[in-house]
């Protein structure tokens, strides 16, 4: 008998109730097509067809579909006892965790996880340090990290979530002009870049005569939305500006790996490895986002 992914359960539970894969996929935060094949997946372990998909958008669930969402919930329902099970074992658990987090596109989504956290461990204070420099989790100057690299230091564990991707981004005048061909549109990079030219730049945009430089993504992309300039930026600051347009270029660079990290001393330490867990489930969830692959409005997704 095959084993059964949780998550395709969960994904099942909210087609049915949403009626598409296109809305689940809204309500999940995840893209459509991720939704089709957990489904596609399912079915083909099972033998049989969940739902009636000839009705345009509409999914139809079948007989053997309503059976499986009486039990899915069943499932759901002991997962959450589960989960209220194991809060109600740690409601003691107290202390201080410190907790270094670097760009400011990363920190917004952060922000909420951490909020959550403290709501369910409201006896666990939070240290947030936000620093772009690396800080010595050996040295205890943070628990935590949440990094945007591709060599985690040594004496650390961590989690790999995915890789931050990046996308260049402009207001919508930047990117009409350059569907009509222009390329000497002001760019934005960063100080230390120096005098020279990123390759995002030197391959994109040969002809542009201004490039500003700031030390600050979120200075950039205020830059960015008040038309000085065109960014390339990771996809979790861009795709959420209503004001910035995915410029189609044929290049960018690639993106860093993502990681959860922490001292490998403290991967017992219960207030730690539950951040450090939650952490890891709730940024997993957020990987479209994170990698470029997130629902976006359709005239900005160019």
Known sequence: MPDFDWDNIRHFLEVVKQGSATKAARALGV??????????????????ALFDRSHSNLWLITPIGERLAAVANTMRDQANEIERLA???TQEISGTVRLTVGDFSMR???????????????????????????????????????????APPPNVIGKRIGEVSYRVYGVKKYYDQFVAGDRTMPCISWLGDGTTRPAWIRR????????HRVNSATVGVEMAK???????????????????????????????????LS???????PRVRL????????????????????????????
């Open 204 to 211: 994109n945009f040969p002809d542009c005569a201004i490039v």
């Open 226 to 260: 008040q038309a000085m300039g065109l960014l390339q930026v990771d996809c979790m600051a861009g795709d959420v500006e209503r004001k910035l347009y995915r410029i189609p270029v044929n290049f960018v660079e690639k993106g860093w790996g993502f990681w959860v």
């Open 108 to 150: 917004e989504i952060i922000i909420g996880i951490v909020e959550g956290f403290c709501r369910d461990f409201p006896n666990i204070e939070i240290e947030f340090i936000v620093s772009d420099t690396g800080l010595d989790l050996s040295a205890r100057e943070a628990d935590i990290a949440v990094r945007g690299t591709d």
């Open 87 to 89: 809060f109600s074992s």
């Open 263 to 269: 001292h490998v001393d403290l991967r017992t330490t």
């Open 31 to 48: 893209n459509q097509s991720t939704v089709s094949r957990r489904m596609t997946t399912l079915e083909e372990q099972l033998g049989a």
């Open 275 to 302: 951040l450090r867990d939650r952490l890891v489930r709730s940024l997993t969830e957020k990987l479209p986002l994170i990698e470029g692959r997130a629902p976006i409005r359709p005239e900005a997704s160019q």
